[in-house]
């Protein structure tokens, strides 16, 4: 196994000595601007030797130009990459040795599978048996010995994707970059295909960076993920902490499924924060964001962090409106009596449509709960 | 560093061309103005007073729309029922339909000559059936210049037409009928609309290659003059100052068609539309309508193979033998013998060999270049240099040839003049302007097909600019290279109308031969000649299509 340029040794440098670890790759303040918009606005993440991380965002956010930014098809306007300490915003793609998958694959339709793979090699001055043989090793390395004198058009859209990925991996790069890897991919194969990626990526210890609009994608093969909007870094972290401690309102949002509402922080209750939501006053514990101790707030809340009760004092008074079945439970679309719609989950055919309701928070809310800083409209 | 050098690059390229197509033609427009004491408009007072510039005017005006009508009444329906229905002979005749391609204009025109002429097959044999005394017709004036247009000019209609619906997804028909549309509000409301900027790009050709025709009306035209004709016989008088005002006159024809049509798309919008799956072929179930779409169709095929057919037969006719009898009395190899073995005959063949190659390669290095710009940031200058390219194409080849005979005629290097004419360097580069349209437009639209995510995933893997052209542009631009090579080659190869004006006794191509062949009574070598010319035509554009499609 030589292809990825860390194998076992190099990673136990990273999981070696914590406090002693530089990062591997870093962006620093890295800012493009296209004409009137600002695409890329000042984003810093650094990455450990191995780690993966994703960028994830809605369409528009930024993060493409951020993951060419890196390749260096564009020069930023202000900000540097950093690779080990090595300033690599300057160097050209062709010498910055980071490998990149594309979204649609862009293999040369005129080479076969195997002058694909070897395209690189070539590059680096690999010739002969040499190049064969690292050729043969990359395509095994993505399951697909043998398909050496294969057409490119010839390949399934899985094919395709692994051809592509081993072209990326056989010259050794020192950073990884995906684009949408598995965006071409039907629901079923994109399921396994994301699971081989991640292997393999973990098994070359490869430092990977790679651009996804779902979210499962990115918490599945992240170890990290810098969730982006409107070209900002609106938070970096693990899927946990995304998922569990979002830094504001947007996080919340599009970090699973979520409904808002406001309310107003009233202060310190008997436990935890008092907080009136509608006609109702609730004590929340967890999930509260530092610095929202009073006045009017966004409540972000996730359907599971939400109950269904008889209409009764301490509870939200509202309709159902929708309900859908998703397996182990049942999500029910709310309408308040204030006007919002409220998602909770519930047991399966516990109400039907139509009937009145009131809501509570779970008794296991555990970090479904979050306010944030009311925006002004 | 590197945007620099492609700056000066491009920079470098449209003064090249600013050089070659639009300071002749500037050079022409002063020219005009110009007497021997200064400037003055006696020229253009003498072309409005006179009655024959403005028939000739008219000429090619009328002459021009009528082709368009008639060439589209041919091309449209053809197309239509190539790609809607199955009929007998269908796959036979859908080979014919493009053959008026691989003739060359002057071939064509002598191949009608032979054919419908007054001592031509069809008019004697109708003499004979008819036992008349004078042959039954004439072939001249403006229907006969009708005539050979609407039979070459057609396939620009017909081939713009099928590539158009090529790309109409059957699935809209399909929603039409589930719409309740019956099939001619589905041909009025879906079809039609979908076609428009398609048959407008056909009628554009069409009405250019009309306006510029010169070899149907220069053979065909007896009394009946058009203004490429006319310019000619100016020019051949010594009245060089009113040649020129005829010639921007004609220009002006074309900029002000160019501009009527300007929503017109190029063909690459076409060829890179999305592709939609063809609808099944309706079948043609009544027995007596298939017998006669059967006969039809074999008479259309008849009539599209007849001037290849009678080019081929007259080639083998030893001169002089042949006068009133329905079919030559006499058959000889000698014709094309004569033309490898004797070095005057030879001579033209190779002339026109060495100058369609040479043109050819200068245009698609030039069209290159142009291309790899058009795709570059410079969006600036790149559109000067396609506008440059593309201006030869609206500007007829008669005016090219006069305005680079002038241009070329002067030596005054500092005002960028220096003396070609005479030279056997006038006539390639002659060509060269002409096939910049066509070259540049097949290898532009080939480089703006490619995936930029190639070039990009050429750099990741660390393939410098040149490996990158090399190992994955040239290779993936074949298609388009062979394209655009092809059709220039094919253009300059044949070429009548510039090498007329332009040609000198060492650079004599073979249409000037056909010409003297002809005017020597030599029918036989004449045909020889179109003969070659054909099968060349034929064979580079299979080699252009088959490259093509195997890349």
Not at chain 1, 19 to 31: D, S, Y
Not at chain 1, 307 to 314: A, I, S, V
Not at chain 2, 159 to 184: K, N, V
Not at chain 2, 322 to 347: F, G, H, I, K
Request: a positive charge.
């Amino acid at each position: 196994m030589c292809v990825g340029p860390a194998s076992g040794e190099r990673q136990q440098v990273v999981k070696g000595d914590a406090a002693e670890r530089r990062p591997f790759l870093r962006l620093e303040n890295l800012t493009k601007r296209f004409d009137q918009t600002t695409a890329v606005d000042d984003v810093s993440v650094s990455l450990d030797r191995g780690e993966m991380l994703a960028l994830l965002g809605p369409s528009g956010s930024g993060k493409t130009t951020t993951l060419r930014l890196l390749a260096g098809f564009e020069v930023p306007d202000a900000g540097r990459v950093l690779v080990e300490n090595d300033d690599v915003t300057a160097v050209e793609p062709v010498r910055r040795r980071f490998g990149m998958v594309f979204q649609h694959y862009a293999l040369f339709p005129h080479l076969d599978v195997g002058e694909n793979v070897a395209f690189g090699l070539e590059s680096l001055g690999v010739r002969g048996d040499a190049l064969n043989g690292r050729v043969a090793r990359a395509l095994a390395l993505v399951d697909l010995a043998g398909y050496e004198r294969r057409r490119v058009g010839q390949l399934s859209g899985g094919q395709q994707q692994r051809v592509a990925l081993a072209r990326a991996l056989a010259p050794e790069p020192r950073v990884l970059l995906l684009d949408e890897p598995l965006s071409n991919l039907d629901p079923a194969l994109r399921e396994r295909t994301r699971r081989e990626i991640r292997e393999l990526i973990r098994r070359l210890g490869i430092t990977t960076v790679f651009v996804t609009h779902e979210q499962d994608e990115a918490f599945d093969l992240g170890d990290r993920v810098a969730l982006l909007r409107a070209g900002r870094l609106e938070q970096v972290g693990t899927p946990e902490d995304l998922y569990a401690l979002p830094s504001n309102a947007f996080v919340a949002e599009f970090i699973g499924r979520s409904t808002s509402i406001g309310v107003t922080v009233i202060g310190p209750g008997e436990r935890g924060l008092r907080v009136a939501v509608e006609q109702v006053e609730w004590d929340l514990t967890e999930g509260l964001t530092p610095g929202v101790t009073q006045g009017p707030a966004l409540m972000v809340v996730r359907p599971e962090a939400l109950r269904l009760t008889q209409p009764t004092t301490g509870a939200i008074p509202g309709r159902i409106t929708e309900r859908r079945f998703t397996g182990s439970a049942s999500l029910y679309a709310v309408l308040t009596a204030g006007g919002t719609t409220l998602e909770v989950s519930g047991p399966p055919r516990s109400v039907s449509i139509g009937d009145q309701v009131g809501i509570m928070p779970s008794r296991r809310a555990g970090g479904g709960i979050h306010l944030f800083p009311a925006v002004p409209a | 560093m590197r945007r620099r050098q492609g700056g000066a690059g491009a920079v470098a390229l449209l003064l090249l061309l600013i050089w070659l197509v639009v300071y002749p033609l500037v050079i022409v427009l002063i020219e005009g103005f110009r007497g021997p004491g200064g400037w003055t408009l006696e020229y253009l007072r003498l072309f409005f007073q006179r009655h024959n510039e403005a028939a000739a005017l008219w000429g090619s005006l009328w002459i021009s729309l009528a082709t368009v009508a008639l060439a589209a009444l041919i091309g449209i329906p053809l197309a239509y029922l190539f790609w809607r229905y199955d009929f007998p002979g269908r796959r036979i005749l859908g080979g014919l339909v493009a053959l008026p391609a691989v003739l060359p204009p002057l071939v064509g025109v002598i191949a009608f000559l032979f054919l419908y002429g007054e001592s031509g097959f069809t008019s004697l044999l109708v003499q004979r059936v008819l036992r008349l005394e004078e042959p039954p017709w004439r072939l001249q004036g403006a229907g006969a210049i009708l005539l050979v247009h609407a039979y070459s000019m057609y396939v620009y209609f017909y081939l713009f037409t099928r590539a158009a619906l090529a790309s109409l997804d059957a699935a809209q028909l399909e929603a039409a009928a589930s719409l309740g549309a019956g099939r001619w509000r589905t041909l009025r409301r879906v079809v039609f609309p979908f076609l428009y900027s398609a048959l407008m790009g056909g009628a554009l050709l069409t009405f250019m290659t009309a306006l510029a025709s010169f070899s149907a009306p220069y053979i065909f035209g007896g009394g009946f003059r058009v203004m490429t004709t006319q310019i000619v016989a100016t020019r051949l008088n010594g009245d060089d100052q009113l040649a020129m005002i005829e010639t921007a006159s004609l220009t002006l024809v074309a900029l002000v068609a160019l501009w009527f049509l300007r929503g017109a798309p190029s063909t690459e919008n076409l060829s890179g539309g999305r592709k939609g799956i063809a609808p099944s072929l309706i079948p043609i179930r009544s027995r007596w309508l298939r017998v006669v779409a059967g006969i039809l169709g074999w008479v259309l095929a008849l009539v599209l193979l007849l001037p290849h057919l009678t080019l081929l037969l007259v080639s083998f006719v030893p001169a002089g033998t042949w006068t009133t009898e329905p079919l030559p009395p006499a058959y000889t190899w000698r014709n094309y013998l004569a033309l490898v073995q004797d070095p005057v005959r030879s001579r033209p063949l190779l002339n026109s060999l060495w100058l369609a190659t040479a043109a050819t390669i200068a245009a698609v290095v030039i069209a290159l270049l142009a291309g790899w710009m058009a795709v570059q940031r410079r969006r600036a200058l790149a559109r000067s240099i396609q506008g440059l390219l593309a201006l030869p194409w609206a500007v007829p080849g008669t005016v090219f040839a006069i305005a680079l005979a002038t241009a070329f005629s002067v030596h005054a290097p500092l005002t960028g003049r220096i003396i070609l004419v005479g030279t056997i360097w006038l006539l390639p580069l002659a060509y060269l302007v002409r096939n910049l349209p066509i070259t540049s437009r097949a290898v532009t639209a080939g480089f703006r097909a490619l995936d930029p995510a190639l070039d990009e995933a050429a750099a990741t893997l660390g393939a410098g600019r040149w490996r990158t052209l090399r190992r994955v542009t040239l290779p993936l631009l074949r298609p388009a290279l062979m394209a655009g090579a092809s059709l220039a080659f094919v253009t300059a190869f044949g070429d009548f109308v510039t090498s007329i004006m332009l040609y000198t006794y060492d650079t004599r191509p073979i249409s000037m031969e056909i010409l003297s062949s002809l005017r020597q009574s030599d029918v036989g070598v004449a045909a020889a000649y179109g003969v070659v010319l054909m099968a060349v035509s034929a064979a580079v554009f299979a080699i252009g299509a088959d490259r093509g499609s195997a890349g």
